[in-house]
C-alpha cells in the first residue's frame, strides 16, 4: 500500500537505542507516515555510569534508571527478548517466555544491542563476577555485606583474609572506577563491623597492560595509580592473569590470590546474538557499517553503539562510549528519515570531548577538551556531566537528593533481595571449598 507507514524497529535501549527512539519521537512528531518501536527484555534505560553508585548504595538503585513508557511516549515499546532476525522476510524473532514468541515486522531496523562483558580474554572468566548491569551492581553489593557478616565472626585468619579480599580484572575505565567506588564502600561498611579492621581489607586491581587508564594518556593513568596506591589499594600492571577459579586467581609468577570477590572487568564483546546475522563485521565481532551507520549491502539496516565499528574520516571504528552513542543516535534519527524520503544522508563525524573516571572519595581523573583535569574538580564535572545526560529532570532531582543525602549520613548497609536468588548457599559452597587442604 502506498500510504502503508514506514515502520521502523530498533533493537536494544542502551544509550545509541533509547537515544534514536527519541531523537525519531522528536522529528516524526507531526507526521503519520512513520512508526517507531523500540525493543528491549528491560522496561528501563540503565544510566550506566551511575552504577558504581547505585550499587554501593550512594544512589537508589531505581533511581539509576529511567522507565522507556514514560520517557518514550509516541514510540512503541515491546519488551521481549531478541531471538533472531530474518532479512528476507524483514521480521524481528522475538520471545516474551518460554511458549510465547511474536513476531516483528519492519521496514528499516537499528540495531543497538549493546555489549557483554569480554570473558575470552581470561581463563575461567565464567567463575568471577561481572559489573555491567543493575542486577550485578545489587548482587555485588549483597554479595560484600554478607562477606562482611561471614568474616565478622570467622576466628580463621587465613580465611577471614580470602572473604576480605576484593580483586578487579582489568584496569580500564569499568575496572578503575568500580575499585574507586568499592574501596570508598568498604571504608563505610567497615564501621558496622567490630571485627574487621580497615587494615585486613585488601583490594588488588590487576592490569594484563603497562598502564592503568589506557584510554587517558599515561600522566592521566599514572596519577590514578598513585591515588589508589596511597590508599592501600595494591595495583599491578603488566601483569596478565594466568586462570581465575572460583575462589583463587593465579599469576604468571606463580602469585595465588585468595578471594571470594573476583571481578572481572576485561572490556566489552558485542552481543552474542550478532554472531547468527548475516553481515561484515570486524575482527571484534562488530557490524561494519559506512560513516551514515548503514549496514553495507543492506540499506534497511542500521548499527550503532557496542553493535557497529563505525569508521570516522580517518577510517578508524569510533570507541564503543557512552558519548558517541549518544551523538551517533541524532545523527542516525536523521538519517533514516532521510532515507525515507530519498534525501542525501550524513556521515558521522564527532571530535571526542574528552573523558572522565570518577577515583572515589572525591576524586577524579581525566581529559576535558585539551585539558588535564585531576582531584575534585574533575570528580565535579564528571557527575555533572552525567547528571545532565540523564533525561526526564525528575530522575536529576531524585538523583542530586541521593548525593546530598549521602554527604551527610553514611552508606545503607541493608542487603536488598530483589531477584529472587540467593547468594548465601553460593557462599558457602565458596566456603566449604576454601577450607578443603591444599592437594
Same mark, same amino acid.
Given at each position: 500500500?502506498?500510504?502503508?507507514?514506514?515502520?521502523?524497529?530498533?533493537?536494544?535501549?542502551?544509550?545509541?537505542?533509547?537515544?534514536?527512539?527519541?531523537?525519531? &519521537?522528536?522529528?516524526?512528531?507531526?507526521?503519520?507516515?512513520?512508526?517507531?518501536?523500540?525493543?528491549?527484555?528491560?522496561?528501563?534505560?540503565?544510566?550506566?555510569?551511575?552504577?558504581?553508585?547505585?550499587?554501593?548504595?550512594?544512589?537508589?538503585?531505581?533511581? @539509576?534508571?529511567?522507565?522507556?513508557?514514560?520517557?518514550?511516549?509516541?514510540?512503541?515499546?515491546?519488551?521481549?527478548?531478541?531471538?533472531?532476525?530474518?532479512?528476507?522476510?524483514?521480521?524481528?524473532?522475538?520471545?516474551?517466555?518460554?511458549?510465547?514468541?511474536?513476531?516483528?515486522?519492519?521496514?528499516?531496523?537499528?540495531?543497538?544491542?549493546?555489549?557483554?562483558?569480554?570473558?575470552?580474554?581470561?581463563?575461567?572468566?565464567?567463575?568471577? !563476577?561481572?559489573?555491567?548491569?543493575?542486577?550485578?551492581?545489587?548482587?555485588?553489593?549483597?554479595?560484600?555485606? %554478607?562477606?562482611?557478616?561471614?568474616?565478622?565472626?570467622?576466628?580463621?585468619?587465613?580465611?577471614?583474609? @580470602?572473604?576480605?579480599?576484593?580483586?578487579?580484572?582489568?584496569?580500564?575505565?569499568?575496572?578503575?572506577?568500580?575499585?574507586?567506588?568499592?574501596?570508598?564502600?568498604?571504608?563505610?561498611?567497615?564501621?558496622?563491623?567490630?571485627?574487621?579492621? &580497615?587494615?585486613?581489607?585488601?583490594?588488588?586491581?590487576?592490569?594484563?597492560?603497562?598502564?592503568?587508564?589506557? %584510554?587517558?594518556?599515561?600522566?592521566?593513568?599514572?596519577?590514578?595509580?598513585?591515588?589508589?596506591?596511597?590508599?592501600?589499594?595494591?595495583?599491578?600492571?603488566?601483569?596478565?592473569?594466568?586462570?581465575?577459579?572460583?575462589? =583463587?586467581?593465579?599469576?604468571?609468577?606463580?602469585?595465588?590470590?585468595?578471594?571470594?570477590?573476583?571481578?572481572?572487568?576485561?572490556?566489552?564483546?558485542?552481543?552474542?546474538?550478532?554472531?547468527?546475522?548475516?553481515?561484515?563485521?570486524?575482527?571484534?565481532?562488530?557490524?561494519?557499517?559506512?560513516?551514515? !551507520?548503514?549496514?553495507?549491502?543492506?540499506?534497511?539496516?542500521?548499527?550503532?553503539?557496542?553493535?557497529?565499528?563505525?569508521?570516522?574520516?580517518?577510517?578508524?571504528?569510533?570507541?564503543?562510549?557512552?558519548?558517541?552513542?549518544?551523538?551517533?543516535?541524532?545523527?542516525?534519527?536523521?538519517?533514516?528519515?532521510?532515507?525515507?524520503?530519498?534525501?542525501?544522508?550524513?556521515?558521522?563525524?564527532?571530535?571526542?570531548?574528552?573523558?572522565? @573516571?570518577?577515583?572515589?572519595?572525591?576524586?577524579?581523573?581525566?581529559?576535558?577538551?585539551?585539558?588535564?583535569?585531576?582531584?575534585?574538580?574533575?570528580?565535579?564535572?564528571?557527575?555533572?556531566?552525567?547528571?545532565?545526560?540523564?533525561?526526564?529532570?525528575? =530522575?536529576?532531582?531524585?538523583?542530586?537528593?541521593?548525593?546530598?543525602?549521602?554527604?551527610?549520613?553514611?552508606?545503607?548497609?541493608?542487603?536488598?533481595?530483589?531477584?529472587?536468588?540467593?547468594?548465601?548457599?553460593?557462599?558457602?559452597?565458596?566456603?566449604?571449598?576454601?577450607?578443603?587442604?591444599?592437594?
Amino acid at each position: 500500500m502506498a500510504d502503508a507507514k514506514k515502520r521502523i524497529v530498533i533493537l536494544g535501549s542502551g544509550f545509541g537505542g533509547t537515544y534514536t527512539a527519541r531523537h525519531l &519521537r522528536r522529528l516524526t512528531r507531526h507526521r503519520n507516515d512513520v512508526e517507531v518501536t523500540l525493543v528491549s527484555r528491560d522496561n528501563y534505560f540503565l544510566m550506566t555510569p551511575l552504577l558504581f553508585e547505585a550499587g554501593s548504595g550512594v544512589l537508589e538503585p531505581r533511581h @539509576a534508571v529511567n522507565p522507556l513508557r514514560p520517557l518514550l511516549k509516541g514510540v512503541r515499546f515491546v519488551k521481549a527478548v531478541v531471538k533472531g532476525l530474518d532479512f528476507e522476510k524483514k521480521v524481528v524473532h522475538t520471545e516474551f517466555s518460554e511458549d510465547e514468541n511474536h513476531d516483528i515486522e519492519y521496514d528499516h531496523l537499528v540495531i543497538a544491542l549493546g555489549g557483554v562483558t569480554n570473558t575470552s580474554i581470561v581463563p575461567g572468566s565464567d567463575n568471577a !563476577m561481572r559489573f555491567k548491569t543493575l542486577a550485578d551492581a545489587i548482587l555485588l553489593r549483597n554479595h560484600v555485606i %554478607e562477606l562482611f557478616e561471614r568474616a565478622d565472626v570467622e576466628p580463621d585468619p587465613k580465611r577471614k583474609q @580470602a572473604l576480605l579480599t576484593f580483586v578487579i580484572v582489568g584496569a580500564g575505565l569499568v575496572g578503575v572506577e568500580l575499585i574507586g567506588e568499592l574501596d570508598e564502600f568498604l571504608d563505610h561498611l567497615s564501621e558496622s563491623y567490630p571485627h574487621i579492621d &580497615r587494615e585486613q581489607i585488601r583490594l588488588e586491581l590487576i592490569e594484563a597492560g603497562p598502564k592503568i587508564l589506557p %584510554e587517558l594518556e599515561p600522566e592521566l593513568g599514572e596519577y590514578a595509580k598513585n591515588v589508589y596506591i596511597k590508599r592501600g589499594i595494591n595495583v599491578r600492571v603488566g601483569t596478565p592473569v594466568k586462570e581465575i577459579e572460583p575462589t =583463587r586467581i593465579h599469576l604468571p609468577d606463580g602469585t595465588t590470590i585468595d578471594s571470594h570477590t573476583i571481578v572481572v572487568a576485561t572490556g566489552v564483546a558485542p552481543n552474542p546474538l550478532l554472531k547468527d546475522i548475516a553481515v561484515e563485521k570486524d575482527k571484534k565481532g562488530r557490524i561494519v557499517t559506512e560513516p551514515t !551507520m548503514r549496514v553495507k549491502d543492506r540499506p534497511e539496516l542500521w548499527a550503532l553503539g557496542d553493535s557497529a565499528s563505525i569508521p570516522d574520516p580517518q577510517g578508524k571504528p569510533y570507541p564503543p562510549l557512552a558519548q558517541h552513542a549518544i551523538r551517533e543516535a541524532r545523527v542516525l534519527a536523521h538519517n533514516i528519515l532521510a532515507a525515507i524520503d530519498n534525501q542525501p544522508l550524513k556521515p558521522f563525524v564527532y571530535q571526542s570531548l574528552g573523558t572522565l @573516571a570518577s577515583l572515589g572519595h572525591f576524586k577524579g581523573v581525566g581529559r576535558v577538551l585539551k585539558f588535564h583535569v585531576k582531584g575534585f574538580v574533575a570528580w565535579w564535572i564528571w557527575r555533572s556531566y552525567y547528571l545532565f545526560q540523564m533525561p526526564r529532570w525528575n =530522575r536529576r532531582f531524585r538523583i542530586m537528593i541521593d548525593w546530598t543525602v549521602a554527604l551527610l549520613f553514611k552508606n545503607d548497609i541493608v542487603k536488598l533481595e530483589l531477584f529472587g536468588i540467593s547468594r548465601e548457599s553460593e557462599l558457602a559452597d565458596d566456603t566449604r571449598e576454601a577450607r578443603k587442604p591444599d592437594a
